[in-house]
């Protein structure tokens, strides 16, 4: 394992102008001719927190990862949707020349690389530790009292939701309600010294321009998805750990998800938990260019 569970700088930063005038920013990794792996990120993060880096060179990848609108370094898009984001990333592909791009979704990033998937804007999907569908029927019964409040209010008055998603916008209470969701297994990932420190970097960039961003996320990932994982047509690997406590993630570990995503493959690693994406790159990875 790298120092730091594979968190290190971006090797290289920059903008993308889309068609409409808006600006996407993202930061790279890797060898810039690899092959491109585009990351979506976790919640409230930003485009600076990438995982893998001591692996990149050695697997010819170029992990480019982007700050989803409002975030980070991308310009505000009020009212967004899952559908919209796709769109944005094949601008940002076409305009940037990557070809056969390959997606990771983190966490509430994965709703965000299912969209791109159902799209066929990515050629293969990895989704880690990922936020699954909660506002589906089936997990009516199978949420936390507070996932299952924040899914009803989202579906009573999504735009009222969003502005009390608003008002937890502050980095540092944000990141003691991550380590609060966290059990013993990823608390040693998250407090490393080296990881806190990149990981709070990215929270405290992600909310720059406030926490709109951020607020808008939460609304679509705590939301009836406007697509139908059945319709993805290419290869989606579902990667879970067995010791994640995350309320947010998966109730079932993304089992339902697999049923619903045609030829899915979903792995769960016993030893692992929520933060598997830094502690099971490798496997991840490999597994992702095979597809």
């Known amino acids: 394992m790298a120092d730091g569970y594979g968190v290190a700088e971006p090797d290289r930063l920059g903008n993308t102008q889309l068609p409409g005038g808006r600006r996407l920013g993202w930061a790279e990794w890797g060898p810039p001719h690899g092959t491109p792996v585009l990351f979506c990120p976790g919640a409230a993060t930003s485009r600076t927190l990438g995982f893998g880096s001591h692996l990149l060179n050695p697997l010819g990848v170029r992990l480019i990862s982007v700050d989803r609108p409002g ?59 990922g936020t699954d569908e909660l506002a589906h029927p089936f997990f009516a019964t199978a949420l936390t009292p507070e996932v299952a409040a924040m899914v009803d209010a989202v579906r009573t008055d999504p735009a009222a939701a969003e502005g009390t998603f608003a008002g937890y916008g502050d980095p540092d209470e944000l ?25 709070r970097h990215a929270v405290t960039e992600a909310f720059v321009q406030g926490p709109g961003g951020y607020a808008r996320d939460t609304v ?70 095979q597809r």
Not at 88 to 114: E, I, K, N, Y
Not at 175 to 199: E, K, N, P
Not at 259 to 282: C, K, N, Q, Y
Request: net charge neutral.
């Open 175 to 199: 990141w003691q309600r991550i380590l609060a969701m966290t059990g013993d297994t990823d608390r040693t990932v998250y407090t490393h010294q080296v990881f806190a420190r990149a990981y």
């Open 71 to 129: 975030l980070g370094a991308s310009d505000p898009a009020p009212g967004r949707t899952l559908t919209d984001f796709a769109a944005d990333m094949a601008d940002l592909c076409r305009l940037r020349g990557l070809t056969a791009v390959r997606g990771v979704g983190f966490s509430q990033g994965a709703p965000f690389a299912l969209a791109c998937a159902a799209a066929s804007t990515f050629v293969a999907v990895a989704v880690v530790a």
């Open 220 to 289: 679509l990932a705590s939301a009836r998805w406007p697509f139908d994982p059945g319709i993805v047509r290419v290869p989606v690997d579902l990667w879970y750990g067995a010791q994640d406590t995350s309320p947010v993630h998966s109730p079932d570990l993304g089992a339902s998800l697999g049923d619903r995503i045609p030829g899915a493959r979903r792995h769960v690693i016993p030893s692992a938990g929520g933060a598997l994406l830094w502690t099971h790159a490798e496997t991840i990875l490999r597994t992702l260019l």
